[in-house]
């Protein structure tokens, strides 16, 4: 588990020593797929990273339409609000694969943050990346239409976790219909007509339950420009 911890992107540069602090005061739980990690409005009092599995963070609205911000994979954090607030969760997490977390409650790490500052700034930039993150999702739903909105998805995916070969892109993870469908945020149908206006452009192919993005730097250059929203 140290060597994960090494890996999350909040303990990057954190010494070993304070690094085996934490692990001293955290646990494992096993969740399995489509299990419920913790819903939208609980009581949040503890952290979570990724030891396997894949986790899915979204929200639901009154008319059961879904949201993903996104997919955590090994090695990611989540749920590390509740470190500095006691306030309500903002989202749901949800393990997509069997998978297994490591969990770290706040009155324990808020020991180790108080003595280290640059675990402090660790987690202000982690967060400050986040929030940056989210105004580009929001900018993306008011700003484009479907097609802009499905190729910045892919191209997001591609920088965050894709197999580059020259200008072409695999998207490791197996993406369904309806996950990516949540992640852009629409439903199945104009995300299918989406995919088939790419695909007919000969900017992505399926490969099972992958997608492969043929070109980039072009699908890129798509996005470059924000048009109006209209599904």
């Known amino acids: ?20 602090k934490v692990l001293a005061f955290s646990r494992t739980a096993d969740f399995r797929a489509g299990t419920p990690i913790f819903n939208q409005r609980d009581l949040a009092n503890q952290m979570f990273i990724v030891a396997s599995g ?17 997919y955590m994979g090994e090695g990611a954090f989540f749920g590390e609000m509740a470190l500095l607030d ?7 997490a949800e393990a997509v694969e069997d998978c ?11 020991r180790v943050l108080l003595k280290d500052p ?17 105004d580009e999702q929001i900018e993306n739903l008011l700003f484009r239409n479907i097609l802009g909105r499905v190729t910045k998805t892919l191209c997001d995916l591609g920088r965050q976790n ?19 469908a949540d992640l852009v945020g629409t439903t199945r149908e104009p995300l299918s007509r989406a ?33 109006p929203a209209a599904e």
């Not at 070969?165 to 309806?178: A, F, I």
């Open 1 to 20: 588990m140290l060597a994960l911890l090494r890996r999350c992107p909040i303990f990057r540069g954190v010494p070993e020593k304070k690094l085996k």
């Open 118 to 134: 640059n675990l402090c700034f660790q987690i202000l930039r982690t967060l400050c990346e986040r929030l940056r993150n989210m």
């Open 195 to 227: 995919l088939g206006s790419l695909r007919r452009a000969q900017l992505i192919a399926f490969q099972g339950e992958h997608i492969l993005l043929r070109d980039m730097p072009r699908m890129e250059s798509l996005i470059g420009a924000a048009v």
């Open 86 to 92: 006691s306030k309500v969760r903002s989202a749901s």
């Open 54 to 70: 894949r986790v899915r963070i979204f929200v639901s609205s009154a008319s059961k339409k879904r949201k993903t911000f996104a």
């Open 162 to 180: 894709g197999q580059r070969k020259g200008v072409s892109v695999l998207l490791k993870d197996p993406l369904s219909r309806q996950e990516l």
């Open 100 to 110: 297994r977390v490591v969990i770290i409650h706040k009155k324990d790490f808020k």
